[in-house]
């Protein structure tokens, strides 16, 4: 159950990012709920429109993400926020590499996250008054016959041309960031910050595979 949970978290995540990128290319979003609602239709449109090419090669995927989903996720203000303390222990240098690394292994994770989603029915909760909000939670449910609802929040952000972008998901009160934050964290101080800028890199070049990942290695 957790592992269903979890991939249809990621799975709801990317395709509202990758939506909503698409979306965005012909017009720009600046109501946070529009854009997702938005988004959801198009990234389904254009998983039916590239299907014959992600059966041929399932790693096709990572170019619907990279350019439907990445456009419209804060990957550095994410990766910041995984570093957490380690933010000011580390150079410039690093943070831009672990910037760059941390984004390369979201479109991997977020594109072997889509092999699991089999069309579960995405239901969006109720717009509020996001004005002054600089920081808005849009509710979405995801339902399947057989299994309890799954409640879901996009946690996005106001940009200063005052369009949106989405870095992190909560999943029934479990956050993806925080629980990345608390991985990481530890391999740093096991391993070092350019161990896990490794590390992420090799993630980010794994093929995806549609029977699913391999082994239980970290990240």
Same mark, same amino acid.
């Given at each position: 159950? %957790?592992?269903? +949970?979890?991939?249809?978290?990621?799975?709801?995540?990317?395709?509202?990012?990758?939506?909503?990128?698409?979306?965005?290319?012909?017009?720009?979003?600046?109501?946070?709920? /529009?854009?997702?609602?938005?988004?959801?239709?198009?990234?389904?449109?254009?998983?039916? %429109?590239?299907?014959? $090419? +992600?059966?041929?090669?399932?790693?096709?995927?990572?170019?619907?993400?990279?350019?439907?989903?990445?456009?419209?996720?804060? &990957?550095?203000?994410?990766?910041?926020? @995984?570093? &957490?303390?380690?933010?000011?222990?580390?150079?410039?240098?690093?943070?831009?590499?672990?910037?760059?690394?941390?984004?390369?292994?979201?479109? #991997?994770?977020?594109?072997?996250?889509? !092999?699991?989603?089999?069309?579960?029915?995405?239901?969006?909760?109720?717009?509020?008054?996001?004005?002054?909000?600089?920081? *808005?939670?849009?509710?979405?449910?995801?339902?399947?016959?057989?299994?309890?609802? +799954?409640?879901?929040?996009?946690? *996005?952000?106001?940009? %200063?041309?005052?369009?949106?972008?989405?870095?992190?998901?909560?999943? /029934?009160?479990?956050? $993806? $960031?925080?629980?990345?934050? !608390?991985?990481?964290? #530890? $391999?740093?101080?096991?391993?070092? +910050?350019?161990? @896990?800028?490794?590390?992420?890199?090799?993630?980010?070049?794994?093929? @995806?595979?549609?029977? &699913?990942?391999?082994?239980?290695?970290?990240?």
């Amino acid at each position: 159950m %957790k592992k269903f +949970i979890y991939a249809v978290m990621l799975s709801i995540a990317a395709t509202f990012a990758s939506q909503a990128m698409a979306a965005t290319a012909h017009q720009e979003y600046k109501d946070p709920y /529009e854009m997702i609602k938005a988004v959801a239709d198009q990234t389904f449109a254009r998983f039916e %429109k590239d299907k014959p $090419l +992600i059966d041929k090669d399932p790693n096709h995927l990572k170019v619907i993400v990279s350019e439907e989903l990445m456009p419209y996720i804060d &990957g550095r203000y994410a990766s910041y926020k @995984v570093l &957490g303390t380690y933010l000011r222990e580390t150079s410039k240098e690093q943070r831009d590499a672990f910037s760059d690394a941390f984004e390369g292994y979201l479109v #991997s994770t977020y594109a072997q996250a889509f !092999t699991e989603y089999t069309n579960q029915k995405v239901e969006f909760g109720r717009a509020s008054d996001f004005a002054d909000e600089k920081i *808005v939670d849009v509710p979405v449910q995801i339902v399947e016959n057989g299994r309890p609802p +799954i409640k879901l929040l996009f946690k *996005v952000r106001r940009m %200063k041309d005052d369009t949106w972008k989405a870095f992190d998901l909560v999943a /029934e009160g479990i956050s $993806l $960031l925080s629980s990345k934050q !608390t991985e990481i964290a #530890s $391999l740093i101080r096991a391993k070092g +910050i350019d161990e @896990v800028i490794t590390m992420l890199k090799e993630k980010a070049n794994a093929s @995806v595979d549609v029977n &699913g990942p391999k082994g239980k290695d970290a990240l």
